[in-house]
């Protein structure tokens, strides 16, 4: 059959205020002679088809762009795109063979209420909707005030996969995340987060996604090396990666960003040593680069890991007084691996002495490093949960952008 996705992907609320926000088939107003196809590919299992030239739908918004998810195939025609009337886009959909969840990126537009209309305009049999992702670009990325409502993240979930723009591939910057469950997050994402049209995540399924935490979800994990499954670990939850790439857009504006994914709950820094064996964290880590790197320049790493270290005994070897020696080595063998990136580390929180006795050392080992475009921040007296150790949503969003500050003075 002859489909046209349109994604629109959760909170169905118009001229809601997010980053972006998904809306699935059924929101639309449809003319003519539509059906509803269930299927498991598309977004939310739908879709609205058409093989009657003419037939349109119509979607009434507030933002900045839009994303048109469609599926290809070879008896799809064409559609043709208008936005508050005048046409934007025409859409060859035709592919030789299935292409679910394919993409259109809409160009920007002036902030405000809008109307999209969908028409078949032919060249095939068939046309079809599924979902749209709306966007607002005029939203800051400083932290937001107020209560944040938790989503559930019992079942690891990822926003439905899409093509990086064909004018984004190969131009990317790659941010890789190093460390352990800090740097993962383990707070449910507050609702509503914010994110952009312009980050991608590189997931543990090995494909590219919007960038939308929580970034490090094991959803689809090809790597169980580093996958933070239950019952061992709680699932990914709310990381700093959304907020230091955010931030550091703001602070470089136009900075297409790829986030790799690479963090492994409970890790020791003896478990970062090097190995090239696929099977360990750092070699799982170096062959996500590589499959990434397709789409852009390796451009810096986030480390945050010393909390293992801190307690007073562990199942690999642990480094108390050690951890900026053994961290500096680390660095050079990850340079000498990938090239001479910018590094930006966290020294841990102050954590509980009954159960990290030698968090000082830590902190204070971690102090001691100096390399060459290599740059410390603190979560020492951020706030945490009641268990003492993982950030709280408020702090994890401020060390993100302590991050980006610092990665910025760095960049090239």
Not at 185 to 205: E, I, L, M, W, Y
Not at 222 to 239: C, H, I, K, Q, R
Not at 309 to 318: C, F, N
Request: proline content about 7%; overall charge negative.
């Amino acid at each position: 059959m002859r489909y046209i996705f349109l994604i629109i992907l959760a909170l169905a609320l118009l001229g809601f205020q997010a980053g972006n926000v998904y809306y699935d088939d059924s929101v639309l107003t449809y003319s003519g002679n539509w059906t509803l196809l269930n299927n498991p590919n598309p977004y939310n299992g739908t879709i609205h088809y058409t093989s009657t030239v003419g037939d349109s739908a119509t979607f009434q918004f507030t933002g900045t762009r839009f994303n048109f998810i469609y599926s290809g195939y070879s008896n799809r025609g064409s559609v043709a795109l208008a936005l508050d009337g005048s046409t934007v886009a025409t859409i060859d959909e035709y592919t030789s063979s299935f292409a679910w969840q394919s993409a259109y990126m809409s160009v920007g537009f002036p902030y405000g209420s809008h109307t999209l209309t969908i028409t078949f305009v032919g060249g095939g049999t068939y046309a079809d909707i599924d979902a749209l992702q709306i966007f607002d670009d005029t939203i800051p990325t400083a932290t937001p005030t107020g209560t944040l409502t938790p989503v559930p993240t019992s079942t690891p979930t990822l926003p439905p996969f899409q093509d990086i723009p064909d004018q984004y591939q190969g131009t990317l910057h790659l941010i890789v995340l190093m460390g352990q469950s800090n740097m993962i997050g383990r707070d449910p994402p507050p609702a509503n987060q914010p994110t952009s049209a312009t980050v991608f995540n590189f997931g543990n399924d090995y494909r590219w996604h919007w960038g939308f935490e929580p970034i490090d979800s094991p959803a689809g994990q090809v790597d169980l090396v580093s996958g933070d499954m239950e019952p061992f670990n709680t699932l990914a939850g709310y990381g700093p990666a959304m907020s230091f790439a955010l931030r550091l857009q703001d602070l470089r504006p136009g900075y297409l960003i790829g986030l790799i994914p690479c963090a492994k709950g409970s890790s020791s820094l003896y478990d970062w040593r090097r190995s090239l064996s696929e099977n360990t964290l750092y070699g799982s880590c170096l062959k996500r680069i590589w499959a990434a790197s397709t789409m852009g320049t390796l451009s810096g790493v986030l480390f945050y890991q010393g909390e293992t270290d801190a307690q007073g005994e562990w199942t690999t070897p642990i480094y108390h007084d050690g951890w900026g020696m053994q961290f500096k080595e680390l660095v050079n063998n990850l340079r000498g691996d990938t090239g001479k990136l910018p590094v930006v580390f966290v020294q841990i929180g102050n954590l509980p002495e009954d159960r990290f006795p030698y968090v000082s050392n830590v902190q204070q080992s971690q102090a001691s490093v100096i390399l060459p475009n290599v740059v410390m921040v603190s979560a020492a007296g951020l706030p945490t949960e009641s268990d003492g150790v993982h950030l709280t949503v408020s702090s994890v969003q401020e060390l993100g952008h302590m991050m980006a500050d610092a990665m910025d003075g760095i960049l090239p």
